[in-house]
C-alpha cells in the first residue's frame, strides 16, 4: 500500500512539472506512455489526470490524446461540432475510399476532432448538417456529381471554410484539389505518338461530369489535329471512373481490339480487370499492344507494376490536403485557390518504344 502511493505521488509530482513545463495546446505524452513510464496500469494514470481534466487545465480528446487546453478554445467548444466534416459520396472506387480514410488518419494524428459521413443523395447530409453546430472545415468529396446550390448554401452555413477532392468545382470559396486529366492525357497520347503510334485508343467513362467530358474533347481535338488526321478510337464505358467491372472492360476492349495498336485508359483503379480484359482479347501489354493508364502513380493494386502510369503521387495528394486543411485551420488569409497536383510518367514496360 505505502508502495502504491509512493508510486502515485511519483505520477503525480512528475505530471505537474510536465504541465507547468508545456504551452497551451502543447500535447502530453499518451496514456500508455505514461503506463510505460511508471510501470502501472491504465486506471491509475487516469487517476493521476484526473483532477487536471476535471480543472480544465487538460484537454482529453478521443483519438486526439492529451494537451495543456488553451483558454482562447474556451468559447470555442460550444460553438462547434467538431474542427472537421469529412462529407463523401459513397462509390464502387476503392481509391477515393482509401483518400478519405487516410486524411482522416493524418487529422486525428494532429489532435483534430472529425466526423465522417457518407451519403448517397444530397438529402441526408442537408438533414444532418440542419441539426448540427458549425465546423471548422469541411472537406467534400463529390467523386464527379454535381454540386447543388442547396447542398453548397447548407455546406457555407456550417463550414467555415470548404475544401473539395476534384477540381471539377471552381468559382466558388473552395479550395479544390486534384488533377488536370487532360494534361496528363496529351502527355500520354505524344508519348505514344512519338514512339510510332498512329491508332491511339482512349478508354473512359461515357459520365457528362466536366472532367471526363473535357478529356473526351479533348482527345477527339488530339486525333484530328494530327497529320494527316486520324480515326477517333474513343471507347467509353456507362459507369463513372473507378467503379468499371470486368465484363464492361473486356467487351469494351475485346470490340476495338483490332483497330488500335496503343491505349490510354482512364479510371481503371483496379489493375487486375484490365489486365484480364486484355488476356481475353488475346493482347500482352507491350508486345502486342502499348498501355498507359491515367491514375495514381503510386498506387501499387492500380499500376500492379505492369502498367505505365501517368498522373499524380496519392503521398502528395494526402501531403497536400493536410497542409491545406491545417493552413485554414490555423487561420491562414491566403485566397481559396485551385491547387492542381503535378503530373509524371512511370514506366512499367507496358508501352513500345520501337516502332519508328
Known sequence: ??????????????????IAALQPGDRLPRVRDIMGRFGVG??????????????????ARRGGGLRIADPSEASDRAEYEADVLILYRLS???????????????L??????????????ETKPISLLDRMQRFRVCLLQLH?????????????????????????????????IGTNWREALTVAFFDLFHAGHRRIGFLTSSHPARQIAMARREYGLLCRTLTPAREDLLI???RLPGEYTRAELSAAISGAAGRMDALIAW??????????????????????????????????????????????????????????????MRGRSRRVETHYLPIALIRHGSSRADLE
Request: charged content about 25%.
Open 236 to 238: 467509353e464505358v456507362d
Open 108 to 121: 486525428r494524428s494532429r489532435g483534430l476532432t472529425m466526423l465522417h459521413i457518407g451519403y448517397d443523395t
Open 1 to 18: 500500500m505505502a508502495h502504491d502511493r509512493t508510486k502515485d505521488r511519483e505520477i503525480a509530482d512528475w505530471l505537474a512539472k510536465e
Open 144 to 176: 464527379f456529381e454535381t454540386l447543388s446550390l442547396a447542398f453548397l448554401a447548407a455546406l457555407h452555413a456550417h463550414a467555415d471554410h470548404l475544401v473539395i477532392d476534384g477540381v471539377s468545382v471552381t468559382g466558388i470559396e473552395a479550395d479544390g
Open 267 to 328: 479510371g481503371v483503379v483496379e489493375g487486375y480487370l484490365l489486365e484480364s480484359a486484355l488476356a481475353e482479347a488475346g493482347l500482352v501489354p507491350g508486345r502486342d499492344i502499348s498501355v498507359i493508364l491515367l491514375g495514381s502513380t503510386d498506387f501499387p493494386s492500380e499500376h500492379r507494376n505492369m502498367f505505365d502510369v501517368i498522373g499524380n503521387s496519392n503521398a502528395a495528394k494526402l501531403d497536400l490536403f493536410e497542409n491545406v486543411i491545417l493552413d485554414r
Open 42 to 59: 491504465q486506471r491509475r494514470v487516469e487517476l493521476a489526470l484526473a483532477p487536471y481534466v476535471e480543472a480544465g487545465q487538460i484537454t
Open 92 to 106: 464502387d472506387s476503392r481509391l477515393a475510399r482509401n483518400l478519405m480514410q487516410e486524411i482522416e488518419v493524418r
